[in-house]
């Protein structure tokens, strides 16, 4: 028997690969992370939606998103210093 995350696993494995629909699998990608967090088809999920964006988006695009997020997340406040919280 099947578990649920491992059907929307299957559903998504097949709108990514057999029907070609990114949209659709990045939107069941996303419902197994969110709905099942902690199974390995939630790690799957993370790995396909990553193969996705390494496919279609550029990767200097890519690099610099990943970098805008960094540091987002190290200078909340907008604080330019090393470390960013008001240190």
Same mark, same amino acid.
């Given at each position: 028997?099947?578990?649920?995350?491992?059907?929307?696993?299957?559903?998504?494995?097949?709108?990514?690969?057999?029907?070609?629909?990114?949209? %659709?699998?990045? =939107?069941?990608? %996303?419902?197994?992370?969110?709905?099942?967090?902690?199974?390995?088809?939630? %790690?799957?999920? =993370?790995?396909?939606?990553?193969?996705?964006?390494?496919?279609?988006?550029?990767?200097?695009?890519?690099?610099?998103?990943?970098?805008?997020?960094?540091? =987002?997340?190290?200078?909340?406040?907008?604080?330019?210093?090393? %470390?960013?919280?008001?240190?």
């Amino acid at each position: 028997m099947t578990t649920v995350s491992e059907q929307q696993y299957g559903q998504a494995h097949a709108a990514q690969y057999a029907q070609h629909d990114l949209l %659709g699998a990045l =939107r069941i990608y %996303g419902e197994v992370i969110a709905g099942h967090p902690d199974t390995p088809e939630a %790690g799957y999920s =993370r790995t396909q939606i990553l193969g996705i964006v390494n496919q279609v988006v550029p990767a200097e695009e890519f690099l610099a998103a990943q970098t805008a997020l960094i540091l =987002r997340q190290l200078r909340p406040d907008g604080d330019r210093r090393a %470390g960013g919280h008001g240190q």
